[in-house]
T-cell receptor, first 111, second 116 residues
Framework: DGGITQSPKYLFRKEGQNVTLSCEQN?????MYWYRQDPGQGLRLIYY???????QKGDIAEGYSVSREKKESFPLTVTSAQKNPTAFYLC??????????FGPGTRLTVT | AQSVTQPDIHITVSEGASLELRCNYS??????LFWYVQSPGQGLQLLLK??????LVQGIKGFEAEFKRSQSSFNLRKPSVHWSDAAEYFC??????????????FGTGTRLLVSP
C-alpha cells in the first residue's frame, strides 16, 4: 500500500523541549513538505524539500528545522524557539510539478 | 503575493440539494488550482486539480470545478450532496514558476454541514 505515514498521531510535550515529528512516504516522490494548520487559518507552509539533502524555508520556518537524508523521510523538529507550537502538523509529498498528497497529520500539544 | 479567499466559513446544505463552494485567488499568471477535502482530525484528500486546458474539471466523489480567469475564481460544485460530504473544504493555488508551482497557498476553508 503506497502512502504517507506520520507518527505519532498525538504528541504531548512540555514547554522548552524540542520534539521531532516523523514523516515517511513510499510513493517514490521527490518532493516533500511540512504544513502547519491552526483553526480558522488554513494551512501554512513550514519547509519543503525538492531533493535529498536540500530544503527551503516556507512562510513560517522560524522555530522549526528539518532534514532530508533519505528520499522517503522528511522529519520536522519543533524547537523551543517556536513561540506557539501547539497545532496540527501535516506532511505532504509530490512528484515535482504535480499535485501534493497528504499524510494523516500529527496533533502536537505543548503545555 | 498570491492569496486565496474562501468567503464562506460555514455552509449548510440539505441532503440531495446542490452545492457550490466559492474560491477566489490572486495571482499574476495562470495558476495551478486545487480543491482538497478534510474530515475532522484527518489529512487532506485531493478532490480535483486544474493545471491547464479544459476549464471545467471533474474530480472524485462527483465533484467538479470551473476555472474562470476573468473572475479569478475556481468554484467547487456538486449536483446532489450526500451526508458523507460533510467536511471542511480547502481551495489552494500553486504559484511560483521558479518553484515549479509547488508552493501551495491555501484558503481558510469552508465547513460544509449537511442537514437531513
Amino acid at each position: 500500500d503506497g502512502g504517507i505515514t506520520q507518527s505519532p498521531k498525538y504528541l504531548f510535550r512540555k514547554e522548552g523541549q524540542n520534539v521531532t515529528l516523523s514523516c515517511e512516504q513510499n510513493l517514490n516522490h521527490d518532493a516533500m513538505y511540512w504544513y502547519r494548520q491552526d483553526p480558522g487559518q488554513g494551512l501554512r507552509l513550514i519547509y519543503y524539500s525538492q531533493i535529498v539533502n536540500d530544503f527551503q524555508k516556507g512562510d513560517i520556518a522560524e522555530g522549526y528545522s528539518v532534514s532530508r537524508e533519505k528520499k522517503e523521510s522528511f522529519p520536522l523538529t519543533v524547537t523551543s524557539a517556536q513561540k506557539n507550537p501547539t497545532a496540527f502538523y501535516l506532511c505532504a509529498s509530490s512528484r515535482w510539478g504535480y499535485e501534493q498528497y497528504f499524510g494523516p497529520g500529527t496533533r502536537l500539544t505543548v503545555t | 503575493a498570491q492569496s486565496v479567499t474562501q468567503p464562506d466559513i460555514h455552509i449548510t446544505v440539505s441532503e440531495g440539494a446542490s452545492l457550490e463552494l466559492r474560491c477566489n485567488y490572486s495571482y499574476g499568471a495562470t495558476p495551478y488550482l486545487f480543491w482538497y477535502v478534510q474530515s475532522p482530525g484527518q489529512g487532506l484528500q485531493l478532490l480535483l486539480k486544474y493545471f491547464s486546458g479544459d476549464t471545467l474539471v471533474q474530480g472524485i466523489k462527483g465533484f467538479e470545478a470551473e476555472f474562470k480567469r476573468s473572475q479569478s475564481s475556481f468554484n467547487l460544485r456538486k449536483p446532489s450532496v450526500h451526508w458523507s460530504d460533510a467536511a471542511e473544504y480547502f481551495c489552494a493555488v500553486g504559484a511560483g514558476e521558479d518553484t515549479g508551482f509547488q508552493k501551495l497557498v491555501f484558503g481558510t476553508g469552508t465547513r460544509l454541514l449537511v442537514s437531513p
